[in-house]
């Protein structure tokens, strides 16, 4: 059983004023969680009985087991039918005081640059940009449907900002972004992602690529190092080489990133990037243990953790992790969040949620960029989102994307057996495929595209290791009749490729 100290935190948690937007059964699972991480409550420790704590705090028991339920899927704590609950055995966050002794290895070496462009231009260039060819193609990775967003609801809000603001709507805004989206952007995350955000804590930015371009200025010198996620998304990575910093690669399995391989490494590094709740590309979901490996790491030499969290809302299996943000007691976690994939990519709106002290140096530098964000937008989606639409239409689209990525993977097997090997993402947007025949990845994606399929390479997405070749479908803004007559060009592809192949 608890301690009366342990109870009386627990409690706490549930009267106390700031946690009144949470649900009871995420205040006790967020106060027990918080218990395990100050190490209040030891490795193997019993918890109570889900009915004596039920009765301990006034609560049902079904509000415990899901408290408890939402623990044990982040693995905080371990169930066994018939001995009750146990506190798992995960890495100490007590602060530590060793620091790091410097920055990482200066890079060499110099880009030339051609057509009057500067050695950083000339890289930039060189590197490419994030997105190529029309968009709306079948496959194209990343986009969400727009074809069932609300736009009525969307239409009446901005009429009612225009009514409200009058012309005030058509001036400057703040450049750190509008407080009534700020306050719900915190809210939203606090209650949904297990964050540890306040409004004064949220910067309210065009994109995510903006995001990671603006912390890899402002927080990596030219020549710093960076881990990044191998393979991992492609737009991290040319920001942070446009910055001048040199992305290190570090290797995956089913579990995420393989920490061990950072604290292993024999330069140092200023940061990490990753997507720990559904990683891009493979869909790992970072474990516990490795997160909380993260937070040590960070607070021990004084680096960063880049957490991309794009598109955490479109989880189909369980529930999803709580972020790193709201497990970092140190305040070494930088937030990204985006809503071009969970409203609509046409609104251009996206937020950082940052430790105190980067607030303000990182609202000068985003004036220095675009001066500022819109007004009239941030003031729609801050209604959007606290007269709870946003939820809905997440949650109706949540839903639509499961049914489709059910229906992507039946036509597959049905459609392309032997030709490709489909792997199963817990959430995303997109679904990974393997080539299994003898095409390469080039000729699979040029043939594509000049069908008018969207495909996106895997090979590109690798720094270093040589993967099996294939590539993205995805499938969240198509129709099932969209998907069916994509996935019959495709198999017509391969198999006249394959056709052309053993006739030459």
């Known amino acids: 059983m608890f301690r009366h100290s342990q ?50 705090l006034g609560v049902s028991r079904d509000t415990v087991e899901a408290a408890y339920n939402q623990l044990h899927a982040e693995g905080f704590i371990r169930r066994r039918v018939g001995s009750g609950s146990f506190v ?42 994030t997105h190529t060819g029309p968009p709306g193609r079948i496959f194209q990775q990343g986009l969400p449907e727009t074809r069932n967003f609300p736009i009525r609801i969307w239409e009446r809000l901005e009429r009612q ?27 939203h995350v606090n209650l949904e992602r ?5 409004a004064d804590r949220v910067l309210i930015l065009t994109s995510s ?20 996620e191998d393979p991992g998304y492609h737009g991290a990575r040319q920001a942070f080489a446009a910055a001048g910093a040199v992305p290190v690669p570090v290797p995956l399995d089913d579990q995420g990133i393989l920490v061990d391989r950072m604290l292993e490494a024999p330069d140092r590094a200023r940061a990490v990037s990753l997507t720990p709740s559904h990683q891009f590309p493979t869909g790992a979901t970072l474990s516990l243990e490795r997160r909380l490996a993260l937070i040590g790491w960070a607070a021990e030499h004084r680096g960063w953790i880049i957490e991309d969290d794009y598109d955490s809302e479109f989880h189909y299996t369980g529930r999803p992790t709580a972020c790193v ?63 709870g639409h946003f939820g809905a239409h997440i949650r109706l689209m949540r839903a639509i994307y499961a049914e489709r990525l059910r229906i992507l993977a039946r036509l597959v097997e049905t459609h392309l057996a032997g030709l490709v090997e489909a792997r ?10 393997l080539l299994t025949c003898a095409l390469s990845e080039a000729q699979v994606i040029d043939a594509a595209a000049k069908a008018g399929l969207g ?24 129709t099932p009749t969209e998907l069916e007559s994509g996935v019959r060009r495709l198999a017509a592809i391969l198999n006249g490729l394959l056709r052309d192949r053993d006739g030459a």
């Open 7 to 56: 109870l009386e935190t627990v409690k706490a948690w549930l009267l106390h004023p700031d946690q009144a937007g949470l649900p009871l059964h995420g205040r006790i699972q967020r106060a027990i969680r918080q218990l395990i991480l100050d190490g209040a409550l030891a490795a193997d420790k019993p918890l109570p009985a889900t009915r004596g704590l039920a009765v301990s």
């Open 88 to 129: 798992a055995a995960i890495r100490d966050l007590r602060p530590v005081s060793r620091r790091a002794s410097g920055p990482g290895a200066q890079a060499s070496g110099e880009v030339t640059a051609p057509g009057g462009l500067s050695a950083r231009g000339a890289a930039i260039v060189a590197n490419g940009g």
């Open 161 to 187: 900002v225009l009514r409200d603001h009058g012309t005030s709507a058509l001036i400057m805004t703040d450049p750190q972004g509008a407080e009534p989206l700020r306050q719900a952007i915190a809210d």
């Open 194 to 198: 297990g964050a540890r955000a306040t």
């Open 209 to 228: 690529q903006q995001a990671m371009a603006l912390t890899a200025n402002l927080l990596l010198d030219p020549g710093d190092r960076i881990f990044v």
């Open 325 to 387: 943000q709201g497990l970092d007691p140190h305040g070494r976690t930088i937030y990204i969040g985006t809503f071009t994939k969970s409203l609509f990519p046409g609104l251009r709106l996206g937020y950082l949620i940052l430790p105190p002290d980067l607030v303000q140096p990182f609202t000068l530098a985003r004036t220095q960029q675009d001066g500022h964000p819109a007004s009239i937008p941030q003031l729609v989606l801050a209604r959007f989102m606290q007269g």
């Open 424 to 433: 199963m993402p817990a959430g995303g947007l997109q679904m990974p495929c």
């Open 455 to 478: 495909l996106t390479g895997l090979t590109g997405l690798h720094a270093t290791a040589r993967p099996r070749p294939g590539f993205l479908l995805g499938f969240a803004a198509f």
